[in-house]
């Protein structure tokens, strides 16, 4: 029996490291690296299905031709050779007729790998020699990356693990339990020594409930909360004036912001009663240190970006950036050094960069999508627009998949991808300090390539001579950890295939704003006035539908990856929309009642779950549906195409639907 040491590719903030067991060249057990300090042996209930879900009956093993109408789902088999022609006689075509901006090469985040995967921009050196528009990945957390920016000077902030040093911890729009619950052993461990947990979230979700408090607050209001518990700490006397001279900018017009806020005020706009919010800011007040953690979710809404920087101005005030266990954990990605060398010395001119939210919009501008990592069909907003300009008879639109999923459906071409333990990678978690290897521990099955090797075949097969287009795997990887930042110190290709993981090279314990923060001024940027709340679409602009829209995550998928496992499929039961009885009794809709949630972008049908863990006016459908497997639509339909106030953010938790039954 060999073991092979490997890292988990999905988008989640833990990237487990995993041993892989293997017999007879057959990948047979899998299981979360007991020697990795934030896996510590396990992984999700998604992840244990990973070997299950890579030896599926519906894998794509093979190159795919379309033979019926797109969207038929109609395919015939075809060798490489005829997959590669076809496609370098249509890029070519495209080219020469209307540009290289016409290929749209769309990238998602099915792998956070710095190889395969978007965090390396896989296949950019290839877009570029051809001279194709760029793509803004925008839709996980780029609002809130932007509002930490704009902050800190960067979106990284403290280190996870150091949740176990903190007295008070907010769990800030972030369902731990399922979405990283890795932290939940660090939280477990601040319980012993007597810290409190708070859950600030509009659904009372599963980890709401293992919380000691949850204020049920109304979608996209964050950062008003935000204000009203500083209103409070600045009348208990708590500002740490030391840490806010001396490392803080714009204190004056900021206090006078919070001043704007005080709890009856907070209490108005978040729904969460005054007293609440005055008991958990005098907690806050006088607990040191106080953790935040904020995930994506938080930032999905109009206000989005200016949440986070509102919310990373706390532990500035309460000076909690200056100890082990205080600040906010966002994205630890900031913190990640690696050399991503796009060679955009290859374009022969600058291109335009397309926002991957607005696929609806902006694929008429194309004539050439390429997806990979992604299935924009399932998990982008305004599908319905999307299938439709997915049907146009000029649109040559590839994917390179490992399922059939609705986007596949919509494909003229289907090249067939390896999976995580069939491929090289390297991969750096948004959650946590560590650098993972991902060795592969199985030959791919039938014809799969890796996003790399495909890349090289279709550039040999186009007479593509630029060297970097060939660059091995490993070359690749040398190539990433060349740089000579100090956390990259002694971190090598060679030791992390041998030891399968290293942390970066940052103190132990790492506060990294205890002496100011990598901005122009080494100072953190205060909100200026009238900078510090935006509210969420929903409540500031007219719409007919009363009630707002939220899709969290789902316990069962990761973004649609998983959509089709058989026994994920039968543990997430029928699609299910949560709806408080207040609502449920004013439409007649009773629980069980299939129902459709729509607005005048589309719809989408859902079973009726009446519950009080969400409030009158909140309605709540988790996302990762395979539209194909769920009546045809998902929760995506509902979503506006439009942007967040910072970084193009996108606004699956900002919109008015209404529900009628189905």
């Known amino acids: 029996m ?57 894998r794509i093993l093979h190159p795919l031709r379309r033979t019926g109408p797109k969207g038929s789902g109609q395919f015939e088999r075809i060798s490489w050779d005829e997959a590669l022609e076809e496609i370098s006689v249509r890029l070519r075509g ?64 403290m280190d996870p693990e150091d949740f176990a040093h903190a007295k008070l911890i907010l769990l800030w729009g972030t369902n731990t339990l399922t979405s990283g619950h890795h932290l939940w052993k660090f939280i477990q461990d601040a319980r012993a020594q007597g810290a409190h947990v708070v859950a600030i979230d509009p659904i009372r979700t599963r980890t709401a409930d293992q919380a000691d408090e949850h204020l049920a607050i109304r979608p996209g209001t964050d950062a008003a909360l935000a204000l009203g518990l500083l209103n409070v700490v600045v009348a208990e006397g708590a500002v740490d004036k030391e840490y806010v001279e001396s490392f803080t900018s714009g204190w004056d017009d900021f206090s006078a912001e919070i001043a704007k806020y005080p709890v009856e005020v907070a209490a108005e706009i978040t729904g969460i009663p005054a007293d609440v919010i005055h008991n958990l800011g005098t907690r806050l007040a006088h607990t040191r240190p106080t953790a935040i953690r904020a995930t994506m979710g938080i930032q999905r809404h109009a206000g989005g970006g200016t949440a986070m920087r509102t919310i990373a101005a706390i532990p500035a005030v309460t000076g909690d950036w200056r100890r082990q266990g205080g ?12 050399t991503i060398d796009t060679r955009d010395d290859l374009l022969d001119k600058p291109v335009r960069t397309l926002t991957m939210t607005r696929l609806a919009s902006d694929l008429e ?11 924009p069909v399932g998990s982008t907003s305004d599908s319905e627009r999307i299938r439709q300009g997915l049907l146009r008879d000029d649109l040559f639109t590839v994917v390179m998949e490992q399922f059939p999923t609705d986007t596949v459906d ?65 070359e690749l990887a040398e190539d990433l950890l060349k740089g000579d930042h100090p956390s990259l110190q002694g971190i090598t290709v060679d030791r992390l295939r041998k030891e399968g993981w290293v942390r970066m090279n940052y103190p132990e314990p790492f506060v990294p704003f205890a002496e100011g923060f990598p901005t122009s001024t080494g100072r953190m940027r205060f909100p200026s006035a009238g900078k510090a709340y935006v509210p969420p679409s929903w409540l500031s602009d007219a719409s007919p539908y009363p009630l707002t829209l939220i899709t969290p995550a789902a316990h069962t998928f990761l973004n649609t990856t998983f959509g089709n496992n058989p026994e994920l499929l039968r543990r997430a039961k029928d699609p299910a929309v949560l709806v408080n009885a207040a609502d449920a009794a004013s439409r007649g809709l009773a629980a069980g009642q299939r129902v459709r949630i729509h607005n005048d972008r589309g719809g989408f049908e859902a079973v009726v779950e009446i519950s009080d863990r969400v409030a009158p006016g909140v309605v709540a459908s988790p996302k990762g549906r395979w539209p194909k497997l769920s009546g045809g639509s998902n929760p995506n339909a509902v979503v506006q195409e439009k942007d967040a106030d910072l970084g193009r953010g996108a606004l699956y938790h900002d919109n008015r639907v209404e529900i009628s039954p189905a």
């Open 2 to 58: 060999l073991n092979v040491l490997g890292a988990c590719p999905l988008d989640c903030p833990d990237t487990c490291s995993w041993i892989v067991s293997v017999d007879d060249g057959k990948a047979v057990k899998m299981r979360g690296n007991p020697e990795h300090p934030y896996t510590r042996g396990a992984l999700c209930v998604k992840v244990n299905r990973y070997l299950e879900h890579a030896a599926a009956g519906d």
């Open 94 to 157: 495209i080219i020469d007729e209307f540009g290289g901006e016409a290929i749209w090469p769309y990238n998602g985040t099915g792998s956070l790998g710095y190889l395969q995967g978007c965090e390396g921009v896989a296949g950019r050196r290839f877009w570029n020699v051809l001279g194709a528009s760029k793509h803004w990945l925008n839709i996980c957390s780029s609002a809130g990356n932007s509002g930490l920016t704009l902050a800190n000077g960067t979106p990284g902030g």
């Open 327 to 338: 600040g906010v954990a966002y994205s630890t990605s900031g913190h990640v050094k690696l």
């Open 365 to 375: 501008k194309v004539k050439c999508l390429w997806v990979y990592g992604a299935n």
């Open 410 to 474: 919509y494909a003229d071409i289907v090249l067939p991808a390896t999976m995580q333990i069939e491929h090289m990678d390297l991969h750096a978690g948004y959650g946590h300090m560590y650098l993972l290897w991902n060795e592969p521990a199985v030959a791919p099955p039938g014809e799969c390539l890796s996003t790399t090797e495909t890349f090289r075949r279709l550039a040999a097969h186009m007479g593509l001579d630029e060297p970097s287009l060939h660059a091995s795997d490993l």
